[in-house]
């Protein structure tokens, strides 16, 4: 799998731009649930458009391709950039929010994904999730074939409750003060 996103990182700008509607209202979703200013981790950064469109104060962005955080590196060098893996995060430091931005249908362990969660959070660190959608898989093909969206490996799907659930096992609450699902992480 990292060979596919180290070779779409040479093109995926340009999806980006083709497709500019739907990430301008990903960053505005992100927008709404993060203030500027803020310590800001993305796990899955690519190339590091989100992460910069909510203009932190402290951004760091890690993905397990190292094309991809190169590219980010280019275009964004206020923010810091790593090759790292999800299922193993090597931080010493703590961040307010903590962006999956749809990541979680490529992970190989999501239970693993979210135990390392742990080490990246304090008492009212932020987690914020947006996901694949199954339902919406016949017109995304249909879109790939047409060379309307990016090409895109096959996910895992996992159902909105079943994330919820396993962010609850892990000592994550849903966070009350936002109508958007948003999760802290805390001592239950």
């Known amino acids: 799998m990292h060979a596919f996103f180290d070779q779409l990182a040479r093109v995926r700008d340009n999806w980006i731009a083709k ?5 301008w209202e990903l960053t505005k979703l992100h927008r709404l649930l993060i203030p500027e200013g803020k310590k800001v981790l993305e796990i899955g950064c690519g190339t590091g458009d989100l992460l910069a469109g909510l203009k932190p104060k402290v951004g760091v962005g890690i993905d397990f391709s190292y094309e991809m ?30 962006i999956l931005s749809n990541l979680v249908g490529y992970t190989e362990d999501i239970w693993q994904v979210f135990r390392q969660l742990r080490s990246v959070c304090h008492i009212r660190t932020r987690i914020v999730i947006t996901n694949y959608n199954y339902l919406w898989q016949p017109l ?41 699902s948003t999760f802290v992480y805390g001592r239950m």
Request: glycine share 2%; aromatic share 18%; proline share 5%.
């Open 69 to 98: 955080t190169k590219a980010a590196t280019v275009k964004y060098p206020k923010l810091k950039f790593q090759l790292m893996d999800a299922h193993r995060l090597e931080f010493k430091e703590t961040f307010d929010y903590v």
């Open 140 to 180: 995304l093909t249909l879109a790939e074939k047409l060379h309307l969206k990016m090409p895109d490996r096959i996910q895992n799907w996992l159902p909105q409750e079943f994330i919820a659930h396993f962010l609850y096992l892990n000592g994550y609450f849903l966070s009350s003060s936002s109508p958007i």
């Open 19 to 23: 497709n500019a509607y739907y990430y």
